[in-house]
């Protein structure tokens, strides 16, 4: 129970271990970030391209960030990411996919 003495002196925000993690940090907030733009832009049906490519994105960052996370705390963020990210990219792709009849 040592570890429940230290207190958590990381400048970090997703970090429980001390340390910085900026690319970790980075990776995490483009996931959100992505997946909340697709997330709303999926209830309009006219914005498919910009769902389904902020979705691709988003899930691709969540992925990556997911990889190389070295925490706990940060894989949980890292997967909230994931899951909007895909929502919107699924949504998208039902309203008309990533091209949207550019091709065919």
Do not use: C
């Not at 001390?18 to 995490?28: A, E, N, Y």
């Not at 909007?84 to 550019?102: E, K, P, Q, T």
């Amino acid at each position: 129970m040592a570890q429940a003495m230290r207190p958590n002196a990381g400048r970090s925000l997703f970090a429980s271990d001390g340390k910085v993690h900026p690319l970790q940090d980075s990776l995490i907030a483009l996931a959100w970030v992505l997946g909340v733009l697709a997330v709303t832009t999926a209830f309009f049906h006219n914005l498919h391209l910009l769902t389904s490519w902020a979705g691709l994105v988003g899930i691709l960052a969540g992925g990556y960030a997911q990889f190389i996370s070295i925490t706990t705390r940060e894989r949980f963020l890292a997967v909230l990411g994931l899951g909007a990210s895909g929502v919107g990219f699924f949504i998208g792709m039902a309203h008309g996919g990533l091209f949207g009849g550019v091709i065919g």
